[in-house]
């Protein structure tokens, strides 16, 4: 009775040994969610520092303020996951804690009571007077087991009392420690939410002054979209001229084996692709997006835009050959295409080409460095072309 009673007890302290509280994937998965977003501050930071060193109001200032406040509300989101699971895990442990306490006063009475039973048998008759009072040697045989098996009893009992504590002493640190790491990630996320009511009471600021420039903004639309129609015409002239040039004897657009098989490693590779700088954040999407301060008015975005720190390096996203280093009127920098058999990667506004038309670049090798506006804002244009077929970047980069 004793024995399954404990083995009970044993499996599950050690269900809670082994398994730390349950959830243990999803504390991992909110740990890494955790560190990821502390990266994401402080990057958000550092670009932040960098258009706010030049005490101009701009929309590269606010992209980077929103992707501060974007990053700190993941981050508390991510505080108040943990400390969710850390409640759950108090809880069990307490309720554990409690039934071994309760076992434990169980297992107590039930020794003392065999204790007592054991004085009283021998005071009234004594070990010895018990077993040379049996009617034969049979008996005799048969009570010296029993006083085996009474003894073995008691020192289970006494075994089984110190598993018990042992175990609840155990599980009384672990709700001490659970309660220690609560008291942090509390005072952790009270910090970052002072952090994010100071950013969003600088976000309210900023759009406020941005509106007061609805004028020059609105020119700034204009300007943009006539230079990204510049551009992609660039583009197409580009691919049109190129696929010219592969044309068979029967005036079909044919690659050669190593162009398709270029074409099929890009391919192979989408949501794979190594981002086109080391650092940054997308500050705009691909497609049709809202201007992030005049109402009502949408942009085209034929990539991404990601916001990135003055001076980084632009990498090529995959192996290719470099087939085109321009300029365009309107557009700050120039721009490099690269080739992947029948696909396309541009990498816009850049400062300075660190290669040549007709290169051949590996993933990862750097082309060129980013451009850093009047308003301290540095910031690659990224496009993927298939064809003649622009395709949205973000479906293709890994994830981050």
């Known amino acids: 009775m004793y024995g399954s009673k404990i083995l009970i007890?044993?499996?599950?302290?050690?269900?809670?040994?082994?398994?730390?509280?349950?959830?243990?994937?999803?504390?991992?998965?909110?740990?890494?969610?955790?560190?990821?977003?502390?990266?994401?501050?402080?990057?958000?930071?550092k670009i932040l520092k960098q258009t706010s060193s030049q005490k101009k109001t701009s929309i590269g200032r606010l992209t980077a303020l929103n992707q501060q406040i974007r990053s700190q509300e993941s981050l508390i989101r991510t505080y108040r996951s943990n400390i969710r699971l850390l409640n759950s895990d108090i809880k069990e442990s307490k309720g554990l804690a409690k039934s071994l306490e309760k076992d434990l006063n169980n297992l107590k009475d039930e020794y003392a009571q065999m204790i007592y039973q054991a004085s009283k048998a021998q005071n009234n008759y004594g070990s010895l007077f018990y077993l040379f009072s049996s009617a034969s040697f049979s008996q005799l045989v048969m009570r010296a087991k029993y006083l085996q098996q009474y003894t073995k009893s008691r020192q289970d009992q006494a075994k089984e009392i110190q598993l018990v504590q042992i175990e609840l002493k155990e599980q009384l640190t672990v709700i001490n420690k659970r309660k220690k790491q609560q008291q942090q990630l509390l005072a952790q996320q009270e910090l970052h939410n002072q952090g994010l009511i100071t950013a969003k009471k600088q976000q309210g600021q900023l759009v406020k002054q941005l509106a007061l420039k609805e004028t020059d903004l609105t020119r700034d639309v204009k300007k943009r979209k006539?230079?990204?129609?510049?551009?992609?015409?660039?583009?197409?002239?580009?691919?049109?001229?190129?696929?010219?040039?592969?044309?068979?004897?029967?005036?079909?657009?044919?690659?050669?084996?190593?162009?398709?098989?270029?074409?099929?490693?890009?391919?192979?590779?989408?949501?794979?692709?190594?981002?086109?700088?080391?650092?940054?954040?997308?500050?705009?999407?691909?497609?049709?997006?809202?201007?992030?301060?005049?109402?009502?008015?949408?942009?085209?975005?034929?990539?991404?835009?990601?916001?990135?720190?003055?001076?980084?390096?632009?990498?090529?996203?995959?192996?290719?050959?470099?087939?085109?280093?321009?300029?365009?009127?309107?557009?700050?920098?120039?721009?490099?295409?690269?080739?992947?058999?029948?696909?396309?990667?541009?990498?816009?506004?850049?400062?300075?080409?660190?290669?040549?038309?007709?290169?051949?670049?590996?993933?990862?090798?750097?082309?060129?460095?980013?451009?850093?506006?009047?308003?301290?804002?540095?910031?690659?244009?990224?496009?993927?072309?298939?064809?003649?077929?622009?395709?949205?970047?973000?479906?293709?980069?890994?994830?981050?």
Do not use: C
């Open 226 to 400: 006539k230079a990204i129609g510049k551009l992609n015409r660039m583009i197409a002239e580009v691919i049109r001229v190129e696929m010219e040039k592969s044309k068979n004897s029967s005036g079909d657009f044919e690659l050669t084996p190593d162009g398709i098989k270029l074409s099929s490693n890009f391919q192979g590779n989408q949501k794979q692709l190594t981002w086109p700088v080391a650092r940054g954040f997308v500050s705009s999407k691909f497609g049709l997006q809202p201007h992030p301060v005049l109402k009502g008015v949408k942009i085209e975005n034929p990539g991404v835009d990601i916001q990135t720190q003055k001076s980084e390096i632009v990498r090529a996203v995959f192996d290719g050959a470099v087939s085109k280093i321009a300029s365009i009127p309107g557009m700050n920098g120039i721009v490099i295409i690269i080739q992947h058999g029948e696909y396309r990667t541009v990498y816009a506004n850049l400062r300075k080409s660190l290669v040549k038309t007709g290169d051949h670049v590996k993933t990862k090798d750097p082309i060129g460095e980013v451009f850093t506006d009047i308003d301290g804002v540095s910031e690659v244009q990224f496009q993927v072309w298939k064809n003649f077929n622009k395709l949205d970047p973000l479906a293709w980069l890994q994830p981050k």
């Open 9 to 45: 007890i044993f499996l599950i302290g050690m269900v809670f040994l082994l398994h730390p509280l349950h959830g243990q994937q999803e504390k991992k998965k909110l740990e890494r969610e955790k560190q990821e977003n502390l990266t994401k501050i402080k990057e958000a930071e």
